[in-house]
């Protein structure tokens, strides 16, 4: 049974950082993809970073150079590194991972069949 089990989450001011973990219990699959999804209220659930089994990384245009996804292959955990957060980067953050092969990241949601529970993030100006 695959459980993907998000913490790190929190309040911050604009312009401070967080650091997200996943941590996986049951999941062994390595060639699979990995990544960092988010759901503000009102909008649908987006891809905002993913990395894939080659080592392969994707971000959204509206994290990039901000956020940093890596993966410890070794205990398959994953983490995004969030720095300079705005107030519009407040969501429901969720980790996600294939059940499929999957060498090259993908942001694309209807890759992902494995999901997280969602740690809250809230950034305030």
């Known amino acids: 049974q695959v459980q993907l089990v998000e913490s790190g989450g929190g309040s911050v001011q604009a312009g401070g950082s967080l650091r997200l973990s996943c941590e996986t219990s049951?999941?062994?699959?390595?060639?699979?993809?990995m990544g960092w999804f988010r759901q503000a209220p009102g909008k649908e659930r987006e891809g905002v970073a993913a990395?894939?089994?080659?080592?392969?990384?994707s971000y959204a245009d509206s994290v990039k150079g901000r956020f940093t996804i890596s993966k410890d292959n070794a205990k398959i955990t994953l983490y995004l590194q969030m720095n300079s957060l705005r107030p519009d980067d407040t969501a429901m953050y969720y980790c996600?991972?294939?059940?499929?092969?999957?060498?090259?990241?993908?942001?694309?949601?209807?890759?992902?069949?494995?999901w997280g529970q969602g740690t809250q993030v809230t950034v305030s100006s």
């Open positions: 990395i894939g089994s080659g080592g392969t990384t």
């Open positions: 049951g999941y062994t699959y390595s060639s699979g993809c």
């Open positions: 996600a991972a294939t059940q499929m092969y999957c060498y090259y990241s993908d942001l694309d949601v209807r890759v992902y069949t494995y």
